[in-house]
């Protein structure tokens, strides 16, 4: 299955790297978060240098769908309930401000940029959607309540923010990877006295970005408690109607929509790897009660990382790392995620002071309560006693027969059926024999 994207672009192929070289930052990952960051550190003077484990943007970037806003799900009101008024605010300012420099960098390329307000909706809760309308402004942004709810969708209120947009992620970042310095096919296996190891070379560097979608480093950071994978389908179709603004339904597997084009792109899901769900069957029978004159084009499968407290991680890999940064965690909302997080690195090795980098510090206390929830998940997966194992940390592994994968439960890495890593955290193939 692949991504719309994916069908219409030409990538540059950048060379594999063959030999030990060094750097001042080196950056480990070439999706969007990758790239963004050595894009910035570039424009701040950094030489850098990009290692990507396949091709650029060919991970998780191309199955986004590509929606730029600062509206990540019916989220503000609980920011001022959990953390305050000004950390909200901070979340919602640091995510404006990469929109808007995302926005910016995107004018330039032809990537098929345009500024589409995005909406909130909710079937049932309109008193929940209102609540939130009402916390956004109290925080300076003008969102609106609505019950106008494209599609012939029945909902009971949204959230509207203005001025939010979308793009082509594949066409926008291969632009904007072509004057970097870029390896790809280059997985990092190990990680040692800030020295990158791949099978053929090293990269030797002052400070180093973890921007490989999960953290692959377990013993500091512990990411791998404090993160879940889940996984989204969606399909393109055709002749169907356009949409001015994208959509996504506040429910914990709701759909979402956005226009491509001639094409309108509908999705769902939120599933662990590993768990079979019925994600098209869904679709289809949404198109036909909803567009039942629609096309199917193409449909594609992509995963995201969650944080337990839905507030990225960005900033040091741990306190003991001080040279070493991570981004991740970006809760399905990896464009402007992605352009904060260039930002926020960017200051701290270039030595600038980023007032928004305490409301994603990685080492901030996390509650216990989901902290135990995702052990116990994970402890199920080690203690399942099957055939084969993960790579990572060893929990049982799950056919995708859909897909053709073996996919981890706990973790969320997955293999392809002659046990290559396609995403990790695993780094180690699979040894089926």
């Given at each position: 299955m692949r991504s719309i994207w994916t069908t219409e672009t030409e990538a540059k192929v950048f060379p594999k790297l063959m030999n030990s070289i060094s750097t001042d930052t080196l950056v480990i990952g070439g999706g969007m978060a990758g790239i963004l960051c050595a894009h910035e550190l570039r424009a701040a003077g950094v030489d850098c240098v990009v290692l990507e484990a396949d091709r650029v943007g060919l991970g998780i970037t191309s199955g986004t769908t590509a929606v730029i806003s600062a509206q990540h799900s019916v989220l503000y009101s609980d920011l001022i309930r959990r953390y305050g008024r000004?950390?909200?605010?901070?979340?919602?300012?640091?995510?404006?401000?990469?929109?808007?420099?995302?926005?910016?960098?995107?004018?330039?390329?032809?990537?098929?940029?345009?500024?589409?307000?995005?909406?909130?909706?909710?079937?049932?809760?309109?008193?929940?959607?209102?609540?939130?309308?009402?916390?956004?402004?109290?925080?300076g942004f003008d969102a609106r309540f609505t019950d106008e709810i494209p599609l012939g969708i029945k909902a009971a209120g949204a959230v509207v923010f203005p001025d939010m947009a979308q793009f082509h992620p594949l066409k926008f970042l291969r632009a904007v990877a072509e004057k970097l310095t870029v390896y790809e096919r280059s997985p990092v296996l190990k990680l040692k006295d800030m020295t990158a190891y791949t099978e053929s070379g090293s990269v030797r560097a002052k400070n180093i970005v973890v921007a490989s979608h999960f953290p692959f480093m377990d013993r500091r950071g512990l990411y791998f408690m404090k993160m879940r994978q889940k996984r989204e389908s969606v399909m393109a179709v055709e002749n169907a109607p356009g949409l001015d603004v994208t959509m996504v339904e506040d429910a914990e597997k709701g759909f979402?929509?956005?226009?491509?084009?001639?094409?309108?792109?509908?999705?769902?899901?939120?599933?662990?790897?590993?768990?079979?769900?019925?994600?098209?069957?869904?679709?289809?029978?949404?198109?036909?009660?909803?567009?039942?004159?629609?096309?199917?084009?193409?449909?594609?499968?992509?995963?995201?990382?969650?944080?337990?407290?839905?507030v990225p991680y960005i900033g040091r890999y741990s306190p003991a790392t001080p040279h070493l940064y991570v981004a991740t965690g970006f809760n399905a909302w990896g464009m402007s995620s992605s352009m904060l997080s260039a930002g926020i690195i960017t200051d701290f090795i270039t030595g600038h002071e980023n007032k928004f980098a305490p409301i994603f510090d990685p080492a901030r206390p996390m509650e216990l309560k989901p902290l135990m929830d995702n052990s116990v998940h994970s402890a199920a997966g080690l203690l399942t006693p099957t055939l084969p194992r993960c790579t990572h940390l060893g929990?049982?592994?799950?056919?995708?027969?859909?897909?053709?994968?073996?996919?981890?439960?706990?973790?969320?890495?997955?293999?392809?059926?002659?046990?290559?890593?396609?995403?990790g955290p695993a780094v180690k193939p699979l040894k089926l024999k």
């Open positions: 000004e950390t909200a605010r901070g979340y919602l300012e640091a995510n404006l401000r990469a929109v808007k420099r995302l926005s910016e960098a995107a004018w330039g390329i032809d990537c098929d940029f345009e500024m589409r307000p995005s909406m909130m909706y909710a079937r049932i809760d309109a008193d929940k959607m209102s609540r939130e309308a009402e916390a956004v402004r109290s925080l979402f929509f956005r226009s491509y084009k001639n094409f309108l792109l509908v999705g769902c899901g939120n599933h662990d790897p590993g768990h079979d769900e019925e994600d098209f069957a869904r679709i289809r029978l949404f198109l036909k009660e909803h567009i039942p004159g629609a096309r199917e084009v193409c449909r594609w499968v992509n995963q995201d990382c969650f944080t337990l407290d839905e929990c049982a592994l799950k056919h995708n027969s859909t897909e053709h994968t073996w996919d981890c439960p706990c973790h969320g890495s997955r293999f392809a059926e002659d046990g290559t890593v396609i995403t």
